[in-house]
C-alpha cells in the first residue's frame, strides 16, 4: 500500500491547507502519540520548528495531539532538525518532532518525525500512522487524570551549541579564519554563528533575521548568490550556506564559487579514510550525485554506494552497511559518528577541520575530482503527474535509448513539491543540454 501523506521528508504541503493544516496536524500528534505509547512509562515527545508564521499554528495543534493521549510534550522553538533528532536521544524521548519544510518557501511547511532512536521513520510505521488517522481515534484518548504536560525547554539551543563544538577536533581552533555564514533566516540562526565563534572564528552572518516570511528567500543553500557576494565583499576564507531548517549545506570558496555536496563527501571521506576513521571503505550517496565522486573514491580504493533520493535512504543503505559517512549532492551530509540525520553545521566543521590542518585555501582542500558535465531541471506541475502517461513513457524510452551508453539519464518525481526532476550527465556537454532540453519538451508538451 502506497503511502498518501508521508513523501521522502515527513509529511508536506502548503500551509493552512490540507495537509498542512491544524486539522491533520492534530491528528497526526494523536496517531502518532498512539503508535509510540509502549508501556506504563510517562511518555515523551520533544517539539522543534524552524521559523515559519505557520509553525505557530502547526506546534498547538500537534501539541493537543500528543497530550490528548496522554504523551508529555517538550518544546524548543526555533532549533535546527538535527539538534531535534539529538535532543530526542538526550531527554530519552519516546518520539522527536520538527515542523519545518527545510529548503522551501515559507507558504509550505512540513513534519518531520523521529523514533526513540533519533532516526527518521520507516516507511511500515508511516504506513501505520495514516491507517490510524484514517480509521479512528478515539480509542486512543486518555481520561482526564493522564493528560500529557507542556513544558517549554529554554536551554536546548545551548545544549547543541555544545554537542555541535564537540564534534570538531579538540586539538583544532578556528582562530584567524574569516567565515561568512548564511543561516537562510531558518532554524539555525542563533545557534550557528554562536558556534562558529566560539571556536575561534572571525565570524559574518546573514540571513539571520527571520520576520516568518523571509525563510530561504533569496538566500541559504539553495540561493548562494547573497554568500557568494559576501565572501568576495568581506574577504572571508569561506563561506556556509545552510537552508530553513540546518540540515543541508553548501560551502563557497574564496573566490565565490560554490562547493555541492559530492565535493563535500570526497573531502571529509578522503580526510577520514586517511585517519583510519571511515568505516565500510566506502560512502553512501543517491542516484543524483556525480560520476566524478565515483570515480575519485575508486581511485583511492573505496566504492559509492548508492541509495534513491531522500536523506532517510542515505542512512538505511548506511546502517545498513556498516558505513559511517552518506548524503546528497544537495548537500545533506550524515556523518553518523555524530548524528543520525543531515547536519549542516556538523558537515561543515568538519570541512573546517581540514582547512586548518592542511594551511590551503578551499579552492584546493574542496577540489578533489572535476565533476562530469550534469545538468538539472524542473518540470512543474499541477493535475497529475505526466510521467504516468504511455506516450510519455514510450518518447522517454527513445530518448534513453539513443543515449547508447554514453551518459546516464535520470526521471524522477520529488517527494517534497510537485515536480518532475531531469537530469542527465555525461563527458559531452552537449549531448547533455540536448537530453534533457528533448525530455523537459516531452514533459511540458504532456501538461498541455
Request: hydrophobic residues 40%.
Amino acid at each position: 500500500m502506497a503511502r498518501k501523506l508521508f513523501g521522502t521528508d515527513g509529511i508536506r504541503g502548503t500551509a493552512n491547507s490540507a495537509p498542512m493544516d491544524a486539522e491533520t496536524a492534530l491528528k497526526v500528534g494523536m496517531a502518532v502519540g498512539r503508535v509510540f505509547t509502549r508501556g506504563e512509562h510517562r511518555h515523551r515527545v520533544v517539539i522543534g520548528k524552524d521559523t515559519r508564521l505557520s509553525g505557530y499554528m502547526i506546534e498547538p495543534a500537534l501539541v493537543a495531539g500528543f497530550s490528548s493521549v496522554g504523551m508529555d510534550v517538550f518544546t524548543f522553538g526555533p532549533l535546527p532538525t538535527p539538534a531535534v533528532a539529538m535532543l530526542t536521544r538526550s531527554l530519552r524521548a519516546d518520539l522527536g518532532v520538527m515542523i519545518s519544510a527545510s529548503h522551501n518557501p515559507y507558504q509550505d511547511n512540513g513534519i518531520k518525525l523521529f523514533g526513540p532512536d533519533a532516526y527518521k521513520l520507516s516507511d511500515e510505521v508511516e504506513l501505520e500512522i495514516e491507517h490510524l488517522m484514517a480509521n479512528g481515534l478515539r480509542e486512543g484518548l486518555v481520561a482526564p487524570a493522564r493528560l500529557g504536560r507542556v513544558k517549554r525547554i529554554d536551554d536546548a539551543g545551548a545544549r547543541y551549541i555544545e554537542y555541535a563544538k564537540a564534534t570538531f577536533p579538540r586539538h583544532l581552533r578556528l582562530d584567524g579564519l574569516r567565515i561568512a555564514i548564511d543561516c537562510a533566516n531558518g532554524a539555525g540562526y542563533r545557534v550557528a554563528p554562536i558556534v562558529l565563534w566560539e571556536l575561534g572564528a572571525e565570524v559574518v552572518p546573514i540571513g539571520v533575521s527571520p520576520d516568518g516570511f523571509n525563510i530561504n528567500q533569496e538566500c541559504g543553500s539553495t540561493d548562494p548568490a547573497h554568500l557568494r557576494e559576501k565572501v568576495r565583499e568581506v574577504r572571508a576564507d569561506i563561506g556556509i550556506a545552510l537552508d530553513g531548517d540546518a540540515d543541508r549545506v553548501l560551502i563557497i570558496d574564496e573566490k565565490g564559487r560554490i562547493v555541492d555536496g559530492d565535493q563535500l563527501m570526497a573531502v571529509i571521506g578522503n580526510s577520514w579514510h586517511a585517519r583510519g576513521l571511515l568505516k565500510g571503505e566506502g560512502v553512501v550517496a543517491t542516484v543524483m550525485s556525480n560520476l566524478g565522486l565515483e570515480r575519485f573514491l575508486g581511485a583511492q580504493g573505496l566504492k559509492l554506494h548508492r541509495a534513491p533520493v531522500g536523506d532517510r535512504y542515505v542512512v538505511e543503505k548506511m546502517r545498513e552497511g556498516g558505513l559511517n559517512i552518506g548524503g546528497e549532492q544537495s548537500g545533506h551530509i550524515i556523518l553518523n559518528d555524530f548524528t543520525t540525520t543531515g547536519d549542516g553545521l556538523v558537515a561543515a566543521l568538519q570541512v573546517l577541520a581540514v582547512l586548518v590542518e592542511s594551511g590551503r585555501p578551499v579552492s584546493e582542500v574542496c577540489h578533489l575530482f572535476d565533476p562530469l558535465p550534469q545538468l538539472l531541471e524542473n518540470v512543474r506541475y499541477a493535475n497529475g503527474s505526466p510521467l504516468e502517461k504511455a506516450e510519455v513513457k514510450a518518447e522517454i524510452g527513445r530518448i534513453e535509448a539513443n543515449l547508447n551508453g554514453r551518459g546516464r539519464l535520470l526521471i524522477r518525481k520529488s517527494g517534497t513539491e510537485p515536480l518532475i526532476r531531469v537530469m542527465a550527465e555525461a563527458e559531452d556537454e552537449a549531448l547533455v543540454r540536448s537530453v534533457v532540453r528533448e525530455v523537459v519538451g516531452v514533459l511540458e508538451g504532456a501538461l498541455v
